[in-house]
T-cell receptor, first 117, second 117 residues
Framework: NAGVTQTPKFQVLKTGQSMTLQCAQD?????MSWYRQDPGMGLRLIHY???????DQGEVPNGYNVSRSTTEDFPLRLLSAAPSQTSVYFC????????????????FGSGTRLTVV | AQTVTQSQPEMSVQEAETVTLSCTYD???????LFWYKQPPSRQMILVIR??????QNATENRFSVNFQKAAKSFSLKISDSQLGDAAMYFC??????????????FGKGTHLIIQP
């Protein structure tokens, strides 16, 4: 089924470890983004990309790196995990609103629950 | 920067009755998009309904409808004939039209909807 695929679904890290959260979409969406969801905070934007080779910071970028070498993939890297990065992470993708489409919502992956101990 | 406010952390409604979830937003833009997303315990983010700011007509999707008041910057969600499967967190979200809406969604903090059988 077409959509956004995130892996892994669950992960436990020790403080200082690094890891990469994977995100792939097969809808040929230009735009991709990463969010974190914390209790009582809604979803907050970490990083986003408007296309292959182009990324930018969102509201809460510290401690995270991204790259986008292909249209389909947008991995999120935690270089040195901290307990403050314990959260649920969502990847999402969308068409540009400048395209003639009614499908301008963002499609979300199923999320990764990350615990840093 | 835009902000989205959901003033009801939790709402409760009897099955088969109608409930309205509130959302207000702050923006200086004239063109934008508004959404309601549903997040059940599975944590999947599901698009419920969407509204283009340039449209005066309120969006409707089956039992879900919105009351969009652009001048008041209000975007409430009405759920008619509530069902047990409607129990979830509901998030209001804003998407700018500037730059093709590349920088993702701005979310409210959510409303937890409880359905009483």
């Amino acid at each position: 089924n077409a959509g956004v695929t995130q892996t892994p679904k669950f992960q436990v890290l020790k403080t200082g470890q690094s890891m990469t959260l994977q995100c792939a979409q097969d809808m040929n969406h230009e735009y991709m983004s990463w969010y974190r969801q914390d209790p009582g905070m809604g979803l907050r934007l970490i990083h986003y990309s408007v296309g292959a080779g182009i990324t930018d910071q969102g509201e809460v970028p510290n401690g995270y790196n991204v790259s986008r070498s292909t249209t389909e993939d947008f991995p999120l890297r935690l270089l040195s995990a901290a307990p403050s990065q314990t959260s649920v992470y969502f990847c999402a993708s969308s068409y540009s609103t400048t395209l003639y489409t009614t499908n301008y919502g963002y499609t979300f992956g199923s999320g990764t629950r990350l615990t840093v101990v | 920067a835009q902000t989205v406010t959901q003033s009801q952390p939790e709402m409760s409604v009897q099955e088969a009755e109608t409930v309205t979830l509130s959302c207000t937003y702050d923006t200086s833009e004239s063109d934008y998009y508004l959404f309601w997303y549903k997040q059940p315990p599975s944590r999947q983010m599901i698009l419920v309904i969407r509204q283009e700011a340039y449209k005066q007509q309120n969006a409707t999707e089956n039992r879900f409808s919105v009351n969009f008041q652009k001048a008041a910057k209000s975007f409430s969600l009405k759920i008619s004939d509530s069902q047990l499967g409607d129990a979830a967190m509901y998030f209001c979200a804003y998407r700018t039209d500037a730059g093709g809406g590349a920088d993702g969604l701005t979310f409210g903090k959510g409303t937890h909807l409880i359905i009483q059988p």
